[in-house]
């Protein structure tokens, strides 16, 4: 949902409003003291059916996961949920060949098993694997006609019935800014942070994903940075734009080139060692947090005031340089 629409809600709902607010003001008059601080978010329902064949038809879509498989119990039932959330979308795992976990999904019709030989050279956190992994999905989703890709590690899962309806709303809803977007999520995307992104889970156009994958050379010798900034930047070059050198610059390329979704709402969970939430990684409950994650609020400020939020950034103590 976006700014104009929001204003419109207000106007039209306003006692709604208001028994809303109250609701929650009571609630955290008991949540306060325990450190909880409880909060919102309002989404638009469409019914008048507007691009409703686009947003509920996901015959040309497919889930694409990568990455070794480290755990086989959870990812069994993510893929078991996405199943039953969408019965028919097609489910590419691209993984490794020497991976020890993958007896049992060789015999399983209704996932496309891509067993990849291992890069030469890691990269810096090992990109050269994702990469690999990532690009290889997308190669064989092109071959088959796909239109849609949702990429998403192997030791993620999204368990939200309507996950893939949220993505394909926010890319069919976004502002036209004359760009390809690519859906991301909140998590692990930072606001303060330049060129970061997250890569973990994206959503686009299987054309744009594959432009952004294949931007980036394996053999292309790097002397640091963050993954995610390594292959935006390299995305960027390949495609025409001037690679952001400065926080204001960072901002615009997330504000026009992406949308940012909220990991809650798709029902994230990532198995890193143990079941958590994904918050518990970059404590968010802190605003003046340098970490903070670029939220679906966040995002909407760029485009409404963008000013305000290199404001913020200069007084934390962020640099625009």
Known sequence: ??????????????????????????LNRISNPRGILLNYSVVKLDHTGRNSSNNHDF?????????????????NSAIDFYRGSYPDLPIILSTW??????????????????ENEPPLKAGIANINYQVKSVFSGIDYAESIGIEYILKIRSDQGLFASNFL???KHAL?????????????TDFNSFLFRLNSPSDQIQFAATKT???????YRMDTEQDGGFPEAILLTAYLKSIGCKAPISLEESL?????????LDSSD??????KGSWRHPDSRFEQLDSSSQLRFVSPDEWRRLHTDLKSVLKEAKDLGVSNA
Do not use: C
């Open 266 to 271: 798709l029902g994230l969970v990532w198995r």
């Open 172 to 184: 069919a809803f976004a502002p036209d800014s004359g760009q390809e977007r690519i859906v991301t």
């Open 209 to 215: 994903l594959s432009n952004f994958w294949s931007a």
């Open 97 to 114: 060949k020497n991976e020890v976990n993958l007896k049992h999904l060789r015999n399983l019709d209704f996932i496309k098993l891509i």
């Open 59 to 75: 015959a040309k879509a497919a889930i694409l996961i990568q990455g070794p498989i480290l755990f086989p119990k959870f990812l």
């Open 165 to 167: 309806y949220q993505f």
């Open 1 to 26: 949902m976006y700014p104009s629409q929001l204003e419109v809600i207000l106007r039209n709902n306003r006692w709604l409003w208001v028994l809303v607010e109250k609701a929650f003001s009571w």
């Open 252 to 260: 615009k390329i997330y504000r026009d080139h992406f949308v940012f």
